[in-house]
């Protein structure tokens, strides 16, 4: 059975430093990977995707993930963290049929001034 | 980059109407959609999986006289909550996979659901 677990529910950081929200996935399948963003009341935006070809994924606003088989983990990080990048953050596992079957359970990110 | 729509976005009822919402691929054929329930400050769970010309397949717990799914073209998923109750208030996405792109899933925007 897939799945995934996010380690922080609430993550908060200063403008300008480091963003790290941690994921860990397990899957009988070679997995894809994806994190997604929510700002309130809106949908939901990908940042990102692992499909079995780089590890380290770049993808919107600065943010990249890197894909880590041995620690079974894709944490996304960001240099430096904007007062726009406050939202809620999922990481995803699918199959290779494109099934989103579970989300995490998402980490909120705040970013004060 | 391939858009799925959402309509509406935001819909208020009576309790005991029944309320539509679409799904719309807009620049791809989507075989399969999929639709999400989100609680507020909550994941999102899904509640089933729309196929283009069969019927939908609906995850344990979900009421599939309730949430009706109908996926009658390729590029158009309708859920419709019939009856709706106080408690059916939510944040519903959809979302499309794109058979061009391996893995890749498109969201909609949402849509709100206030039920009074």
């Known amino acids: 059975a897939q799945s995934v677990t996010q380690l922080d529910s609430h993550v908060s950081v200063s403008e300008g430093t480091p963003v790290l929200l941690r994921c860990n996935y397990s899957?009988?399948?070679?997995?894809?990977l994806f994190w997604y963003v929510q700002h309130p009341n809106k949908g939901l935006q990908l940042l990102l995707k692992?499909?079995?070809?780089?590890?380290l994924v770049k993808g919107i606003n600065g943010f990249e993930a890197e894909f880590k088989k041995s620690e079974t983990s894709f944490h996304l990080t960001k240099p430096s963290a904007h007062m726009s990048d406050a939202a809620e953050y999922f990481c995803v596992v699918s199959d290779r049929r494109g099934t989103a079957l579970i989300f995490g359970k998402g980490t909120t990110l705040s970013v004060s001034s | 980059g391939a858009v799925v729509s959402q309509h509406p976005s935001w819909v208020i009822c009576k309790s005991g109407t029944s309320v539509k919402i679409e799904c719309r691929s807009l620049?791809?054929?989507?075989?399969?959609m999929f639709w999400y329930r989100q609680f507020p400050k909550q994941s999102l769970m899904l509640m089933a999986t729309?196929?283009?010309?069969?019927?939908?397949?609906?995850e344990q717990g979900v009421e599939k006289d309730k949430f009706l799914i109908n996926h009658a073209s390729l590029t158009l998923s309708t859920l419709t909550v019939t009856s709706a109750h106080p408690e059916d208030s939510s944040f519903y996405i959809c979302?499309?996979?794109?058979?061009?792109?391996?893995?890749?899933?498109?969201f909609g925007e949402g849509s709100r659901l206030t039920v009074l």
């Open positions: 620049d791809f054929q989507a075989t399969t």
């Open positions: 729309s196929n283009e010309g069969s019927k939908a397949t609906y």
């Open positions: 979302s499309a996979y794109n058979l061009g792109i391996t893995g890749e899933l498109f």
């Open positions: 899957s009988s399948y070679s997995p894809s």
């Open positions: 692992y499909t079995s070809a780089a590890t």
